[in-house]
């Protein structure tokens, strides 16, 4: 099966789309990751990311880049201009001294 889609066993031909806000790698037998434009938050285990997928899939914070299906709280992408205060928050601020944020 492609990227989004999932198929309840390995080598079965019927490809199920993800149910939304989740994606799958290409071959999965489970949908585990959030698709793009939104970020993984809390759990890492699988039965329970497809079981309540709204629970642990956010819409991605204004400014942020999550682009990539996959992305996580952790792996937010942050752009030029903007800085956040660790990797456990979603807040981006825009940097006021240039020279102080990447």
Do not use: M
Request: charged residues 15%.
């Amino acid at each position: 099966c492609g990227e989004g889609t999932y198929s309840v066993s390995k080598g079965l031909s019927q490809c199920i789309p993800c149910p939304h806000p989740l994606s799958a790698e290409r071959g999965s037998v489970t949908c585990a990751v959030c698709k793009a434009d939104y970020y993984l938050l809390g759990s890492e285990d699988p039965v329970d990311i497809f079981a309540f997928p709204t629970k642990h899939c956010k819409l991605c914070p204004p400014h942020a880049d999550c682009s990539a299906p996959g992305t996580t709280l952790e792996t937010l992408g942050v752009p030029p201009g903007f800085w956040r205060a660790s990797n456990l928050t979603t807040e981006l601020h825009k940097c006021v001294a240039s020279d102080h944020c990447s």
